[in-house]
């Protein structure tokens, strides 16, 4: 995948087009004829409720103006073929012997036809190419988009319905069993069940979810601190289990369970870090809520303090942000019209997001690469988010 976040440029989304575009013109020239389909599954920030999700707790997100898209045509048997536009070698497997442990830039793809297989979907071949404009390792949750979009191309070729839930889960799985990836469900219900304009709740116990409207006048910048997770993974994993330890002690199923009554009434006996970790999950996953009563409210500055609290719990207890995304955070937090900022996604690196007055946007990006690079000496790049649709499909 190519990793425009790096090239420090501040822009405004809108390369969808330009993908789309691109796809369908390597489908000709791949395989001589239009494509008959053309899927898009979209990466994601999250406004608010990190590390929630595994925690059976609730989440808050939005799906971005960047995805991954798919030209394609269904085939006669069961073989996929994919080329994508970032990769030099094109992939090509069968449905009927998927083999975990391969290596090959399309295993996303592999364990997304493993996972609804496995779900008891019949699915059929197809071939096509894919590209993506989200970018790597941001936290934007670039591999979500790929397997919601690897999902969509399965789902109409096969002429399954679109069930958000069930397609989220199989890419979860994928994930999880496939790409041996610790990860809850949000990335993949943000980016199989958003709608364009509003905000993803999600209640990750129940799977309930509703489109929450963005209040008008306000826009969502995301704000790539040029870092990367360097070892994320054993810093994710360490999270799961600490929660996972917290919520024995508590005698719960996960720490969604756990009131604030009773995180200090009874949490007080558990090792510091881990009351530290507990104490994050049970206040976001209150901060989630009231975000939306916020936001339904149009409250933005109710929900601009949400989101700086959200920030400061990731900082102080989950401890899960760096010294750039804490930059940055600060940077975003003293500019005029910026209701509140935080780190968005698993942390360690990548990115944060700010809510800003729609009128101060302008000023806003122009002025946080200057005032970050002065600060840090890395070169962000800025995106205003334009809250997409899921994951769609076209018919051509
Ligand atoms: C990653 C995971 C998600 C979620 C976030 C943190 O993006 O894939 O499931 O846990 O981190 O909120």
Redesign the pocket.
Known sequence: MSNEASTGSSELFGGNMKVRELVQEAFIKRFGQPPELLVRAPGRV?LI??????NDGF?LPIAIDRAVWIALRPRGDRRVLISSLEMETPGDFSLDDLQKGGRDWYEYLKGVAWALSGAGYDLQGWEGVMSSDVPVGA?L?SSAAIEMATARAFAQVAGFDWDPVRMAQAGRKAENSWMGVS?????QMASAACQAGHALFLDCRSMYYENIPLPNDVAVIVLDTATRRGNVDSG?NERFEQCQTAAHHFGVKALRDVSPQELLEKGQSLDEVVYRRARHIVTENQRVLESIDAMRAGNLVRLGLLLDASHISMRDDFEITNEALNTMVSVARRLPGCYGARMT??GFGGCAMALVDAGKVENFAATVPHEYQSEIGLTPSVYVCHPSQGAEVMVQ
């Open positions: 999250n409720g990190e590390h929630t999700d595994y989440v936290g949750s990860s809850g469900i949000m990335d994710y996604g698993g």
